[in-house]
């Protein structure tokens, strides 16, 4: 017997009590394994049970509502809560939580992205701890307050960290970067959104192919990575690439033949078992690679990866965090001080000189687009500092070339048959 209609209950009283009646009913774990050979099956059984409940508490409310907490209760038990709808909207990039009633996504509209603040929002704390634990059950990780930060890549390739109390003042956060459906390519780059110029576009593929080592700097969300993965599009399919990353998201084993993908592991509860970038760049040495790319360059495995540029492993590419080239390279230097080693600052920078010879720099703009603001190369030393000439800029918003000739042309013509009749190239 159905039991009386209830005058008033508010759609957030409403919402939370479904939440609770459905997970006392089910098995989250064993639907989601059904889920895996019938997905229709187990929306299916989630709706009935909704409209069971609605029914058994003598609930008035219209069709359209229903159908909304149907789907709220779907997207609670088989995706991430009140954020699974921002994740399937394909021009969100991220999503951020900042607490349960603020929730901003960046997200792309033609060539720019501009961060909004969603109408999206948490019942309650435990409903947003709710989530997170959805989010990180797949990849048997967890977060509590003996642990209460994470890192890691979810199964589809997005990125994903987490921060709760008491680190986070607020409330629990979330921070969601979403793994692209599709590369953007050099070719996008250049006419979809006017990140960088032909002629650049040309100087850099004739510069990886030459096996120039190659740093790309930038802000974070400045585009580093998405250029990275354009610029391995160049590298030949013939040569073994290893990839080294904290969390994957590298995309060149979708478009190269020959590639190892390598990624750094956190220590357990009890402070073992961590593998760092660090040890992972030692060990591609000893995997016969013809170009190491390091995701990020962040602390003492920079020691590491220069050492691997001066001693015959041309072509790698890696990135840093970094507001101009100039910076970029007093990066390179504070993180080789980071490893301990005793040795005089003239020292690293000669490493530096010596290792790197292409530095490109990107930007987020304030309009939301991403640019390549410079292309400026390293040879050797001038008194005690590292040279680096600009090549091309970005000035009054358009790429331009500076006049500058490539000093490693001698390098360049021993790896090619023949250069591009580029200006650059004298």
């Known amino acids: 017997m159905n039991a009386p209609a209830q005058e008033f209950i508010s759609a957030q009283d409403l919402r939370r009590f479904l939440r609770e009646r459905v997970y006392a009913e089910i098995n989250p774990t064993e639907l989601l394994e059904i889920m895996k ?9 989630l709706i009935e049970l909704v409209d069971q409940i609605v029914s058994e508490q003598g ?21 991430y809560g009140p954020i699974d709808q921002l994740l ?7 999503v951020m939580v900042n607490r349960l009633d603020e929730v901003w996504v960046a997200r792309r509209i033609k060539q720019r992205v501009q961060m909004e603040k969603t109408a999206v929002c948490f019942d309650d704390q435990a409903h947003v701890m709710h989530v997170i634990d959805r989010i990180i059950a797949p990849i048997g990780r967890r977060v509590d307050e003996s642990s209460p930060r994470l890192d890691a890549r979810l199964p589809d390739g997005s990125r994903v960290n987490v921060i709760i109390p008491p680190l986070a003042l607020d409330g629990a956060t979330i921070t969601i970067r979403k793994f692209p459906e599709i590369s953007i390519t050099i070719h996008d780059m250049i006419h979809r959104y006017n990140t960088l ?5 040309d100087f850099l593929e004739i510069c990886v192919q030459g096996r120039l080592n190659i740093l790309i700097s930038g802000g974070t969300a400045s585009g580093k990575t998405t250029l990275l993965n354009a610029l391995s599009m160049f590298i030949d399919d013939e040569e073994r690439i290893i990839t080294i990353e904290d969390t994957a998201e590298l995309r060149v084993h979708q478009h190269k033949p020959h590639v190892v993908r390598l990624e750094s592991r956190a220590p357990n509860l009890e402070g073992k078992g961590a593998v760092t970038i660090r040890d992972l760049v030692v ?28 001693t015959g492993h041309d072509g790698s590419i890696t990135t840093v965090h970094a507001n101009s080239p100039q910076e970029a390279i007093h990066r390179l230097e504070i993180m080789f001080l ?20 292409l530095v490109v720099q990107v930007r987020r703009m304030r309009d939301g687009s991403r640019k390549v603001t410079s292309i400026a190369e390293v040879h050797g030393m001038g008194g005690d500092q590292v040279n680096t000439t600009e090549i091309f800029k970005l000035e009054n918003d358009k790429h331009v070339y500076t006049g500058a000739q490539l000093q490693a042309l001698p390098k360049l013509r021993l790896s090619l048959e023949e250069l591009p009749p580029l200006a650059v190239f004298g």
């Open 37 to 45: 050979q019938d997905p229709e099956r187990v929306r299916r059984k």
């Open 59 to 79: 609930y008035l409310i219209p069709v359209n509502t229903q159908a909304e907490l149907q789907d709220y209760v779907v997207d609670e038990v088989l995706g």
């Open 88 to 94: 399937r909207d394909p021009q969100v990039e991220e």
């Open 197 to 201: 110029s032909p002629e650049m576009a």
């Open 283 to 310: 060990n591609s040495l000893r995997m016969r690679p013809d170009r190491i790319v390091v995701g990020e360059c962040r602390a003492e495995e920079t020691v590491d990866m220069l050492q691997a540029m001066n």
């Open 338 to 357: 980071m490893s301990g080693l005793k040795i005089p600052v003239v020292a690293i920078r000669q490493q530096v000189s010596m290792a790197i010879q």
